[in-house]
């Protein structure tokens, strides 16, 4: 069992940056794949980002490639979503999951969840 915490949400104004990170503890986290998902109100629970165990692979929604970058940091426990040139749209409540058993994009495919950090990106 992997407990995961976000941390680093806030308040950001447009075209400014922020970093949100998430610690992993109790569970085998360099086994894992990671992902970071977004949930807005009213919306559904959408895909981010992903990477592999190794950090050797990433994949991004086509609304964040370009802008935002996965990382992860094994020998901390630590994923990170570096995201830039920040849009009021990627205003959301950002979530770190882990351990998808396939279609990572998919949010039901993930069997750890964080409590989630809120990014506000005012225009």
């Known amino acids: 069992q992997v407990q995961l915490v976000e941390s680093g949400g806030g308040w950001v104004q447009a075209g400014g940056s922020l970093r949100v990170s998430c610690l992993a503890s109790g569970g085998s986290f360099r086994s894992y794949d990671m992902g970071w998902f977004r949930q807005a109100p009213g919306k559904e629970r959408e895909f981010v980002a992903y990477?592999?165990?190794?950090?050797?692979?990433?994949h991004y929604a086509d609304s964040v490639k370009g802008r935002f970058t996965i990382s992860r940091d094994n020998a901390k426990n630590t994923v990170y979503l570096q995201m830039n040139s920040l849009k009021p749209e990627d205003t959301a409540v950002y979530y770190c999951?882990?351990?998808?058993?396939?279609?990572?994009?998919?949010?039901?495919?993930?069997?750890?969840w964080g409590q989630g950090t809120q990014v506000t990106v005012s225009s």
């Open positions: 999951a882990a351990d998808p058993t396939a279609f990572y994009r998919l949010p039901s495919r993930y069997n750890y």
């Open positions: 990477i592999s165990w190794s950090g050797g692979t990433t």
